[in-house]
């Protein structure tokens, strides 16, 4: 059964080469940069290993524990999880659970970032490579700690998934997944003050025993086994294998757990909604701009795909001060440009958002201008005045008064940078993305790579944009130079909005020449 | 009249057909179109007479919804032209479009929208002042039977009500034109001949409607004219007598296309 699963996923990849050839580039780009990246690692370690076997055991434990922790979470906010193998298709086959999960986990780890674990972890192993009997428990430990970052990726966003898509509890949880996120933030200024001074033995130490307490950890625990073993302390090496097991069987349990009740309630749009009267369609200018302005927001408002991109908004500035070590960190002053960076950046794949319905805005003939500004009025409406209160917030947390026209020109250029370039990018980037109604983590099939080059290019270009502001908008600050800063505010604004205009009037072209086009690459996706 | 066209084997260069009918509601010549290896529609001229009731017949994977995506600006065709009323849809999409309502098969509405809101977008999106819009969204969900569900998100509609709403948005504009890609699947009995009142007066005031189905019986019943595709090609066209020449469309139909199986197959599915 584990063997068929793992081949259909290996079909299913061919067949996305066969359909497209950018999903090939894309893939054989994305496997250049995996092993790449595992041949650094491996043979970083390996050298590291042979000369300070105790340093090299450290740093495997914390740098595996930041990428079991990552398998776990980011999923929950970014790129989702893959669902090429999707459990709600095996429903009617009646296949037992037990074998659907070792099938489900086993055709997991066949993906880039999964290979790349694999493979990086068992040749991690080979860094004690002095003491053979060190390289097998190592390797029993990678085993340990790739299965542990496939079953625990499954079984957060499974088992999260039916919150995360209620708006009532998405909040909630939210928060609480931040909250690992938002413990770094001390752990990292107490390493940074207890290197403080430090010369590089003293440094060597800190490495050493933050590693020594990591390895405890749920995500530490296996990557300590060949440590343990090598140092010959038989008793940690049997706890480290423990904690590792225990963690894997919980996460086992849990996953099968929430699957069994996934199949069994697959996710619906929540209980049937009304809404009364024609909202938004009856406050926004009767035009077709305006009828897509009102679609839009009212889109906001109510699919957690919208919603889901600017819910970590709120907690942006908890998170910053954290990070900053409290207020009167300059630190804040990012917030408000980042905000307004999502805020753009979240209708960068409208049309794709749109899926199929889109056959709508093609059968009525509605023209690029109404379509691309119906799709910005609404956050440029909303986006200004809350990026303007952060901006203004963040400079009164960071005490710099003197720098808010920097900063307020660095936000709203973002912000209409960014709405500029989404404007352009989502009439001709269309990459699949969930589908109306389903869970915001859920990767469609043979999406990942694709995205992920989309996604680049989009953020390079905006990037590339920005950086006039950002270079003035970072000198007034710091400098600080209140000229810069006015200087900033007057070239945000302009720059924005030229780019504003120029992104929608592009992407509004690109619209009328190629809609049914575009319509034909949504349809070829779903 | 019946032509059983002979199967072309590739896409005639300069159509040899005659030159589209300007009269006629829908005129399509040479329509060809292929997904990478697999041709779908291999040359369909095809003439909709204004003010005909017109049924597009075929088997599944005949091309029937992509010679209508085609002919209604959805899906850009590889070679051919659609005129809608005169218009060439492909070269001036903007006032061919205006001319037609769409029900497009297999396509996702804007579902978080209410019943109300969605008649309301398509209605603005086809640049209609707001009085007339809310008057005839009201008519539209009265005599589609949807005004209890007005409010109702339509991702929480049925299948059927989803069919309903979506041709709601189709008639919104009150189009020259209406092309309806299977508007009777999952529809319930009563909405059905609801929606075949509303078709019929519609055709009776001078409006033209396309519709595809493989439901024979209600082809038969309900158009006067008929097409039967298969394999991307044009079998036979014509008003519903001339194409049946005396025998049930359904007969027809199978003699046309051919493909019935012996009874033989499955014996292993006999429960006993």
Redesign the interface.
């Known amino acids: 059964m584990v063997a068929q699963f793992v081949r259909l996923k290996l079909r299913l990849m061919a067949n996305g080469f066969r359909r497209s050839a950018w999903q090939t580039i894309a893939f054989l780009l994305g496997l250049l940069y995996g092993v790449g990246i595992v041949g650094l690692v491996v043979v970083g370690t390996i050298v590291l290993g042979s000369s300070d076997p105790v340093m090299a055991g450290a740093i495997t434990v914390l740098v595996g524990a930041v990428v079991v922790l990552g398998w776990w979470v980011v999923p929950l906010f970014a790129f989702g999880v893959d669902a090429t193998l999707d459990p709600q298709r095996f429903v009617l086959f009646g296949i037992p659970q037990r074998r659907l999960l070792a099938g489900l986990a086993a055709a997991g780890v066949v993906s880039i970032p999964g290979i790349v674990t694999a493979v990086s972890a068992l040749g991690v192993s080979f860094a004690w490579w002095r003491t053979p009997l060190a390289v097998l428990a190592a390797l029993v430990g990678a085993v340990l700690a790739v299965s542990l970052c496939v079953v625990g990726s499954r079984a957060t966003t499974t088992a999260l998934a039916p919150l995360l898509e209620s708006r009532r509890y998405r909040e909630v949880v939210t928060v609480a997944a931040f909250v690992p996120l938002v413990l770094i933030g001390p752990a990292f200024a107490g390493l940074m003050s207890g290197l403080d001074g430090v010369d590089g033995d003293g440094a060597r130490a800190a490495v050493v025993g933050l590693g020594d307490v990591v390895a405890w950890t749920p995500f530490g625990a296996p990557w300590g086994l060949g440590a343990a073993v090598h140092d010959g302390a038989w008793g940690l090496a049997l706890a480290r294998l423990v904690v590792s097991l225990a963690t894997l069987g919980v996460g086992w349990v849990v996953w099968d757990r929430a699957l069994r009740r996934a199949l069994v309630t697959p996710p619906t ?1 929540g209980a ?8 938004f ?2 406050r926004f200018p ?3 701009t ?3 302005a ?2 839009t927001a ?2 906001w408002l ?2 957690p795909r919208y919603s889901g991109s600017i819910a970590v908004i709120p907690l942006l500035p908890v998170v910053l001060l954290v990070l900053g070590g409290g207020p009167g960190s300059e630190v804040f002053l990012v917030l408000a440009p980042v905000t307004a960076w999502m805020l753009g950046f979240a209708i960068s794949a409208d049309v794709a958002y ?4 889109f ?9 690029g201008r ?1 379509d691309r500004w119906g799709r910005v009025l609404p956050v440029l409406v909303a986006g200004v005045p809350v990026t303007i209160a952060f901006a203004i917030a963040s400079v009164w947390v960071a005490g710099r008064w003197d720098a808010l026209p920097a900063e307020l020109g660095l936000t709203l250029g973002t912000l209409l940078v960014s709405l500029g370039v989404s404007s352009a990018a989502s009439a001709r980037l269309v990459y699949p993305v969930p589908k ?2 389903d869970s915001p983590f859920k990767q469609p099939q043979g999406a990942g790579m694709a995205v992920m080059v989309s996604q680049s290019a989009a953020l390079a270009i905006m990037f590339a944009l920005t950086l006039p502001v950002l270079v003035l908008g970072v000198l007034a600050i710091v400098l600080p130079s209140a000229v810069l800063g006015w200087v900033t505010l007057v070239v945000g604004l302009g720059l924005g909005a030229v780019v504003l205009v120029l992104g929608a009037r592009w992407g509004a072209r690109v619209y009328d020449r190629r809609s ?2 575009l ?2 690459r949504i ?1 070829s996706f ?1 | 009249m019946v032509e059983p066209t002979p199967a072309p084997q590739s896409p005639a260069v300069d159509s040899p057909s005659a030159p589209p009918d300007p009269r006629a509601a829908l005129s399509l010549r040479g329509l060809w179109k292929r997904f990478g290896e697999k041709t779908a529609v291999a040359g369909i001229d095809l003439d909709v007479p204004a003010g005909s009731f017109y049924g597009l017949v075929g088997p599944n994977g005949a091309g029937k919804t992509t010679t209508l995506s085609m002919a209604t600006g959805l899906l850009r065709p590889d070679h051919g032209t659609a005129h809608v009323h005169g218009t060439d849809l492909w070269a001036d999409p903007v006032a061919g479009k205006a001319r037609l309502g769409v029900l497009p098969d297999g396509v996702r509405l804007f579902d978080r929208l209410t019943g109300a809101q969605l008649i309301t977008y398509a209605g603005l999106l086809r640049g209609m002042d707001r009085d007339t819009v809310a008057e005839r969204t009201t008519d539209l969900l009265a005599a589609l039977d949807l005004t209890a569900d007005a409010d109702t998100f339509v991702v929480d509609y049925s299948a059927g009500m989803t069919k309903k709403i979506a041709l709601a948005t189709a008639l919104i504009h009150a189009p020259r034109t209406l092309v309806l890609d299977e508007p009777f699947e999952a529809v319930d009995p009563v909405s059905a001949a609801n929606i075949r009142d509303i078709l019929a007066d519609y055709v009776r005031s001078g409006g033209t409607v396309v519709v595809s189905s493989h439901v024979m019986d209600l082809v038969q019943r309900m158009c006067d004219h008929v097409a039967v595709v298969a394999g991307g090609h044009l079998l036979a066209a014509g008003t519903i007598d001339e194409v049946r020449g005396g025998a049930s469309l359904e007969d027809r139909f199978v003699e046309l296309v051919g493909g019935r199986q012996s009874t033989e197959g499955l014996a292993w599915l006999r429960s006993s």
Do not use: I, M, W
Request: neutral net charge.
């Open positions: 749009a049937g909604g009304r809404a009364k009267g024609l909202g369609f009856s009767a035009t077709p305006g009828a897509v009102a679609r009212t889109y109510r699919d749109d899926h199929t319905a056959a709508l805005h093609v059968s009525t003939g509605v023209d109404a109306p109604g049914p086009e319509l034909q349809v779903a």
